[in-house]
């Protein structure tokens, strides 16, 4: 009896089995790296008819203009990039031999045909294929997944170019301001005298340091809080030259207190140099150039002090100079003394000019030393720069007025 139960048992589980399962097929594709993913059951004849179609024509080229370690990938898209929904990125792999083990590389959204793998050794050879994608996820895990594969292209390496093409314009305006610089210099060693606009701080150059003289006061130049690898400085010196030499000729005191030891040192040379030039060598004394601190604040408040304590008749700001500006701008003023200020720091600017009688914004203190010395290869560079400056501000305003009536025939210049 027990065996009869334990056969019908069977039969009927048997029977069950095979009434409430009906034929399906397990879907074989899985997304890379994705470990996580459920196995969904999909029938093969709709995985077949949500296989997207590969993309075609796959170009991959050396990306030019570059140092190498570059290849640029371009496809047409798979015909059913245009069909909603039937594909969904592009996978870009790559392998080191046509028959070997592809990896993947990156991916592109749907209607990109363009990638560039960064990550190519330099005269390696790789081969590359794209797949169009189409998927169906639900909390990022794929219920069914499907890819068509494009031919393998390759071999291809990257290398590096001599020359960016790109820039070929760039090099055509680096050839005519140095041409224009070259002109300009030899012009003035010839005798040729060019127009400079004046700068008014230094035309009252000599009358601030007459000014001094005639009341009997110290002149304070202070360079700036930047060492000698500051351009700043290096302008502030060459117009510390120009000043001294005038001091000198006028018998008048100049201090110049610093807070780089290079400077310090830079600066005594100067300054003992227009001493000797004006016949007065032994009037200079070293202590005219003393070096006081590096600390940016501790230095502002040791010119403060020498300000008020000695109350000079002139004072020059020259260089470069940070939020410590307004405190020795502000006491100078204080104390009634003329001030001619100068710096490249654009932040800085509005404190000298509201707190100073003369300032040298921007571009001015580096036109100053020429301004001052009339040296021909510093007019030359002044001219030629100016001359290059002029073109550029042209080009812009050709281009813009080009754009606003929509005129694009000035592409035909670019080099590619």
């Known amino acids: 009896m027990i065996k009869r139960l334990t056969f019908l048992c069977l039969v009927g589980v048997a029977i069950l089995a095979f009434w409430i399962t009906p034929a399906q097929v397990t879907a074989q594709e899985s997304a890379p790296g994705d470990t996580a993913a459920a196995a969904p059951t999909y029938d093969s004849a709709f995985i077949a008819a949500h296989t997207p179609q590969p993309p075609f024509n796959i170009v991959a080229k050396d990306a030019p203009n570059d140092a190498g370690g570059a290849i640029n990938l371009t496809w047409d898209l ?22 070997g083990q592809f990896d993947t590389l990156g991916n592109a959204t749907q209607g990109v045909s363009s990638f560039t793998d960064n990550q190519a050794e330099p005269g390696e050879k790789f081969y590359y294929k794209v797949a169009a994608l189409n998927y169906e996820k639900v909390d990022y895990k794929y219920l069914w997944y499907a890819d068509g594969e494009s031919v393998v292209v390759g071999p291809v390496s990257s290398s590096a170019q001599w020359f960016n093409k790109g820039r070929f314009w760039v090099f055509i305006s680096i050839l005519f301001v140095c041409a224009a610089i070259i002109y300009f210099i030899l012009g003035a060693k010839s005798g040729k005298t060019f127009y400079i606009r004046k700068i008014a701080g230094i035309d009252e150059v000599e009358n601030a340091v007459g000014r001094a003289t005639e009341m009997g006061k110290t002149i304070y130049y202070v360079p700036g809080i930047n060492d000698m690898d500051d351009v700043q400085t290096l302008a502030s010196m060459s117009i510390l030259g120009r000043v001294s030499v005038i001091a000198a000729q006028n018998d008048t005191r100049i201090d110049v207190p610093v807070s780089r030891s290079l400077v310090m040192v830079t600066a005594r040379e100067i300054v003992k140099e227009a001493y000797s030039k004006v016949g007065r060598p032994d009037s200079f004394q070293d202590e005219q150039v003393r070096y006081l601190t590096d600390d940016q604040f501790g230095y502002a408040a040791a010119i403060d002090g020498l300000f008020v304590r ?24 204080s104390i009634g003394a003329i001030q001619i200020a100068g710096t490249a720091m654009p932040a800085q600017l509005p404190f000298f000019v509201a707190a100073c009688d003369y300032t040298l914004i921007g571009e001015e203190l580096f036109a100053a030393s020429a301004y001052l010395s009339r040296e021909p290869k510093l007019l030359g560079s002044l001219k030629g720069q100016d001359m290059g400056k002029a073109l550029f501000l042209i080009a812009i305003v050709v281009g813009i007025i080009l754009q606003i009536f929509g005129v694009d025939f000035w592409r035909l210049f670019v080099v590619r």
């Open 78 to 99: 798979s015909p059913d990039d245009y069909k909603s929904g039937e594909v969904k990125e592009y996978i870009i792999l790559r392998g080191t031999s046509a028959s």
């Open 310 to 333: 000695e109350k000079p008749a002139t004072v020059f700001l020259i260089g470069a100079f940070f939020a410590e500006s307004l405190i020795m701008a502000e006491t100078g003023n």
